[in-house]
């Protein structure tokens, strides 16, 4: 999959990009991540990647020239506009990000995520240049490169041959739409602090239906809006009935798969 970042700050990604799982992914050629400085794809002796609002106020406006020639030159657009890359741009007005549009994002071949500020860019970049807006999260950040990272890497876990054998198991608990289970490792006892005993028992079936269970019950005290749209088994609903699930919760699920 190739993702090509518009930014006007290209070592923020480039670095980040390098490191870690994602690095490595670029390196072995399943990802191909290109971060580009919009301030190479302006024409004026100042490089100018924004302007003061039309109609007065505060902040400044980035605008739609360096964009749209930055879509063109990489060949995201042609010059008849026709968009040969699916086109993000990260704003706080753009579809909350979860794992359901991850899994979308990573079906396109090739996107492009621009980077704007938080003052705004030019309504123009919206109406013309993008196919969808993409936000990280209610909360105001000083521009979009931080959340594009995020996306990036959320949407790479999924290409084949970014994670290895052991590492791409865990995206499991997320596709049944249940949190994950609680995880321990060495030592046994710490300060007083023990590992539960049927993870030490070596017994599978019970270490499975313990994890399940725990499953469960996190998502029903943390994050019990996820329940109506997780894959239930009829012994999952009892078990959340017997956990304390109230009687509007379990009415509001799904039939039970399987
Ligand atoms: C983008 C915040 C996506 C959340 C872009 C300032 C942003 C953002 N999700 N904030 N520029």
């Given at each position: 999959?190739?993702?090509?970042?518009?930014?006007?700050?290209?070592?923020?990604?480039?670095?980040?990009?390098?490191?870690?799982?994602?690095?490595?992914?670029?390196?072995?050629?399943?990802?191909?991540?290109?971060?580009?400085?919009?301030?190479?794809?302006?024409?004026?002796?100042?490089?100018?990647?924004?302007?003061?609002?039309?109609?007065?106020?505060?902040?400044?406006?980035?605008?739609?020239?360096?964009?749209?020639?930055?879509?063109?030159?990489?060949?995201?657009?042609?010059?008849?506009?026709?968009?040969?890359?699916?086109?993000?741009?990260?704003?706080?007005?753009?579809?909350?990000?979860?794992?359901?549009?991850?899994?979308?994002?990573?079906?396109?071949?090739?996107?492009?995520?621009?980077?704007?500020?938080?003052?705004?860019?030019?309504?123009?970049?919206?109406?013309?240049?993008?196919?969808?807006?993409?936000?990280i999260?209610?909360?105001?950040l000083?521009g979009g490169e931080l959340p594009a990272l995020v996306?990036?890497?959320?949407?790479?876990?999924?290409?084949?041959?970014?994670?290895?054998?052991?590492?791409?198991?865990?995206?499991?608990?997320?596709?049944?739409?249940?949190?994950?289970?609680?995880?321990?490792?060495?030592?046994?006892?710490?300060?007083?602090?023990?590992?539960?005993?049927?993870?030490?028992?070596?017994?599978?079936?019970?270490?499975?239906?313990?994890?399940?269970?725990?499953?469960?019950?996190?998502?029903?005290?943390?994050?019990?809006?996820?329940?109506?749209?997780?894959?239930?088994?009829?012994?999952?609903?009892?078990?959340?009935?017997?956990?304390?699930?109230?009687?509007?919760?379990?009415?509001?699920?799904?039939?039970?798969?399987?």
């Open positions: 999959m190739r993702i090509d970042v518009l930014t006007v700050f290209p070592e923020m990604v480039e670095h980040a990009a390098s490191q870690s799982i994602v690095g490595r992914a670029r390196r072995s050629g399943a990802l191909d991540v290109r971060a580009w400085d919009l301030r190479d794809f302006t024409a004026d002796r100042h490089r100018t990647t924004d302007d003061s609002p039309y109609g007065g106020g505060v902040g400044m406006v980035m605008k739609v020239e360096p964009i749209d020639a930055a879509l063109r030159a990489i060949g995201a657009t042609d010059d008849g506009g026709t968009r040969d890359a699916h086109v993000v741009l990260m704003s706080p007005q753009g579809q909350k990000l979860d794992q359901e549009l991850v899994r979308v994002l990573a079906s396109y071949g090739r996107i492009v995520l621009i980077c704007g500020r938080y003052e705004g860019v030019d309504e123009r970049v919206r109406e013309h240049l993008v196919d969808r807006e993409v936000s999260g209610d909360y105001v000083t996306l990036m890497d959320a949407v790479s876990r999924l290409v084949p041959g970014v994670l290895g054998k052991g590492e791409s198991a865990d995206d499991e608990s997320f596709s049944e739409g249940l949190l994950e289970y609680p995880h321990y490792t060495r030592p046994e006892e710490y300060r007083g602090w023990r590992a539960p005993d049927v993870l030490l028992s070596g017994h599978h079936a019970e270490v499975a239906t313990w994890r399940r269970r725990e499953s469960l019950r996190r998502t029903l005290e943390r994050r019990p809006d996820l329940l109506p749209g997780a894959r239930l088994t009829a012994k999952d609903r009892a078990d959340l009935k017997e956990l304390g699930a109230n009687e509007k919760l379990l009415d509001s699920l799904g039939e039970p798969s399987e």
